[in-house]
């Protein structure tokens, strides 16, 4: 199938008011290393003034949607833009396209690891060669919809990451919160 574009279920996670310990799985043998609680994402992208004008354009476009469908505006969270950049980077960096990272697990371990609290949370991917081409991609698929219609959640973070390997398309990260 010649497809320009891609997107993946979204995972979505709702958290109980008091979340009881959970005791932490033993490691695989050959798992991957975890990252240090709440680690600062390293990489950058290789054209700041790109990316900030693509995580805009997105911004943008799904308040437009939520504004029609008479939800409030996600706003633009400052560290969870940068986890969802990461996210995006790592799916590049390590040719991958899921929710489930080598690198960092789940979406919800990710945002965990890099310190984001959140009482709940979802993820919407794709790989497309253009944010309005994937923008109404997730507006065609009911889960990622719901997810940007998700009156529950107050935050976004958005990550873009510019994958050369696959016709220089962008790998899209979208990490929605309900803050604590």
Request: glycine fraction near 0%; charged fraction near 30%; avoid cysteine.
């Given at each position: 199938m010649n497809s320009n574009s891609?997107?993946?279920?979204?995972?979505?996670?709702?958290?109980?008011?008091?979340?009881?310990?959970t005791p932490a799985p033993a490691p695989k043998p050959d798992a991957p290393q975890t990252v240090p609680q709440e680690q600062t994402p390293s990489h950058q992208p290789t054209d700041a003034r790109e990316f900030q004008a693509g995580v805009y354009e997105m911004l943008e476009l799904i308040n437009a949607e939520r504004a029609k469908a008479g939800v409030a505006p996600l706003q633009l969270h400052k560290e969870l833009t940068a986890v969802a950049q990461e996210k995006s980077e790592d799916m590049v960096r390590n040719n991958y396209f899921s929710h489930t990272s080598p690198t960092y697990g789940s979406p919800f371990?990710?945002?965990?690891?890099f310190g984001i609290n959140y009482a709940a949370a979802g993820e919407n991917i794709a790989i497309n060669s253009s944010i309005q081409k994937a923008h109404i991609?997730?507006?065609n698929s009911d889960g990622h919809r719901k997810n940007i219609l998700n009156p529950n959640f107050t935050h976004i973070g958005i990550g873009i990451a510019k994958d050369p390997t696959n016709y220089n398309s962008y790998k899209i990260t979208q990490m929605f919160i309900k803050s604590r």
């Open positions: 891609e997107t993946n279920q979204k995972p979505q996670q709702e958290l109980p008011q008091q979340p009881e310990p371990d990710m945002m965990k690891k991609a997730f507006m």
